[in-house]
């Protein structure tokens, strides 16, 4: 059974940074792509950033230039890395792998940034 594990949420000031990551347990057969999605309080969860298997990497509008997705393939692990923290930022963050048969989600991770 494939589990996806994030981590690294926190709370951080506005200007500050965070990394998250999030690791699949157990093999996942043809992934298409990796991404994180986030949620706010009282919004609709909304794609912040994707990396296909290809290696194209598209963000929201609202993190270009401060967030940057990568991933280690031999660890089936995506990372978001965070910088320029914004308190607007602050949502559930949710990592989601998509492959040829199924879509995996993980269970969230929360990142609280102070004004």
């Known amino acids: 059974q494939v589990q996806l594990v994030e981590s690294g949420g926190g709370l951080v000031q506005a200007g500050g940074s965070l990394r998250l990551s999030c690791a699949a347990s157990g093999s996942i057969f043809g992934i298409t792509a990796m991404a994180w999605y986030r949620q706010a309080p009282g919004k609709e969860r909304e794609l912040v950033a994707v990396?296909?298997?290809?290696?194209?990497?598209n963000y929201a509008d609202s993190v270009k230039g401060r967030f940057t997705i990568s991933r280690d393939n031999a660890k089936n692990t995506v990372y978001l890395q965070m910088n320029g923290l914004k308190p607007e930022d602050t949502a559930v963050y949710y990592c989601?792998?998509?492959?040829?048969?199924?879509?995996?989600w993980g269970q969230g991770t929360q990142v609280t940034v102070s004004s």
């Open positions: 989601s792998v998509s492959s040829v048969l199924h879509n995996y």
């Open positions: 990396i296909t298997s290809g290696g194209t990497k």
